[in-house]
C-alpha cells in the first residue's frame, strides 16, 4: 500500500531529517524561539483529551502528545520548556492549529483526506466508528427507526457531513440538531429534544459512562458507515515537526508504552469518577500499532 510505503520511508530518515537540518524552521523554531509548546486540548473529548474534577487536561490524546514535548524538550535541548494547554472545540480546532495559536492537537479529530487541505496529521493513534447511542427505552433499534426524527450532531465535527448525506440519500427526513461539543449534543439526546446522537462509538461510550444514568444508554451501528483514523493535528508543510511528531509516537508503539497508555484510558478505571469503559484494543488498531501509517483513507482500515 502507498501510504504505508512512505510512511515507512518517512520514518526512516526522521532521525536523520531533524538532526542533519541546517536550521529549525516552522513550529520548532517558533516553539524554540518562544520557549512554549501550545497543546489543543479538549473539554470533554472521554477518554482522549478532557477536563478531571481538577480542571486538568487528561487523556489517552493528552499522554500521547506528552511523548512528543519530550522529544520536543530533547531535540531542542530545553529540558524546562513550557508546555501551555489551550482548550479548542471541534470548530476551533483547525482555524487555532492554522493561525499558529496551537502548536499540536491532542484530541479526537479525525484524519480525513479533506482535512488535510488545511492541517496535516500524524500518524494513526486510534480507529473508530461511527454510530448512534440512544435511549434504551427508546423507539431507536436501527438508524432506519430515525425516519422522521431528530438527531444530534456536534458543530464542526465530521459526522455533521456523514449524517446529512445518509439523510438524502436515504430519505430519512431527520432534523439534524447542532450542539457546541460533545457535552451540548449528548444533552440534547439526555433531554429528550433528540431521538439520538451520532459520533464516534468511544467518545458516545465514554459520554454515557459518565452520565448520571450510563446504564440508559446503548450504541446503535449506523449500515455503510465505513471506520475512521484519529491522528494528532499539525500544521501543514511542516515536515521537520512532523517527522519528529510520528518518531516519538512509532517508538511509543514499538516500546509498548502506547498500549500500556491504551489499557490505562479504556480498560481501567478512570477519573474523575472511577468509571471503567471496557472498550477493549481493537484489531483495527493493533495492525496500525504493528505498521504504522498516516493514511486518511478509510479503506485502509477495513
Known amino acids: 500500500m502507498k501510504a504505508r510505503r512512505s510512511i515507512a520511508f518517512l520514518l526512516l530518515f526522521a532521525g536523520a531529517f531533524v538532526a542533519q537540518a541546517a536550521e529549525l524552521t516552522g513550529t520548532l523554531k517558533k516553539i524554540n524561539d518562544n520557549g512554549t509548546i501550545a497543546l489543543g ?11 478531571d474534577d481538577k480542571q486538568e487536561s487528561v487523556g489517552y490524546s493528552v499522554d500521547l502528545c506528552l511523548k512528543v514535548v519530550d522529544a520536543v524538550k530533547d531535540e531542542l535541548k530545553k529540558p524546562d520548556l513550557k508546555v501551555v494547554k489551550q482548550v479548542v472545540t471541534s470548530a476551533t480546532r483547525i ?27 500524524s500518524v494513526t ?22 425516519k422522521g426524527r431528530a438527531i444530534a450532531v456536534t458543530s464542526g465535527a465530521n459526522t455533521v457531513q456523514k449524517i446529512a448525506e445518509l439523510n438524502t440519500q436515504r430519505g430519512l427526513g431527520m432534523t439534524m440538531l447542532n450542539g457546541q461539543d460533545h457535552n451540548g449534543s449528548f444533552l440534547l439526546l439526555e433531554s429528550d429534544r433528540a431521538a439520538a446522537f451520532a459520533e464516534d462509538d468511544i ?10 444514568t450510563p446504564d440508559a444508554y446503548r450504541l446503535v451501528e449506523i449500515d455503510g458507515m465505513a471506520a475512521d483514523p484519529y491522528a494528532l493535528m499539525l500544521r501543514r508543510d511542516d515536515p521537520q515537526f512532523k517527522a519528529l511528531v510520528d518518531r516519538a509516537l512509532v517508538a511509543a508503539f514499538k516500546s509498548g508504552a502506547a498500549e500500556t497508555m491504551y489499557k490505562k484510558w479504556f480498560t481501567q478505571p478512570i477519573p474523575p469518577r472511577g468509571v471503567t469503559l471496557n472498550f477493549p484494543m481493537s484489531e483495527q488498531l493493533r495492525r496500525v500499532l504493528r505498521s504504522p501509517t498516516d493514511s486518511g483513507d478509510p479503506k485502509d482500515y477495513r
Not at 479538549?42 to 477536563?51: G, T
Not at 482555524?95 to 496529521?121: H, W
Not at 467518545?203 to 448520571?212: D, Q
Request: proline content about 4%; glycine content about 6%; hydrophobic content about 45%.
Open 41 to 51: 486540548v479538549r473539554d470533554a473529548s472521554i477518554p482522549f483529551s478532557y477536563l
Open 203 to 212: 467518545l458516545l461510550a465514554g459520554l454515557a459512562a459518565n452520565s448520571k
Open 125 to 146: 493513534t486510534f480507529v473508530v466508528n461511527t454510530k448512534l447511542i440512544v435511549k434504551k427505552n427508546g423507539p431507536v433499534h436501527a438508524f432506519a427507526d430515525m
Open 95 to 121: 482555524p487555532l492549529i492554522a493561525n499558529g495559536t496551537v502548536d499540536i492537537e491532542c484530541g479526537s479529530t479525525v484524519n480525513n483526506i479533506e482535512r488535510q487541505k488545511q492541517v496535516a496529521f
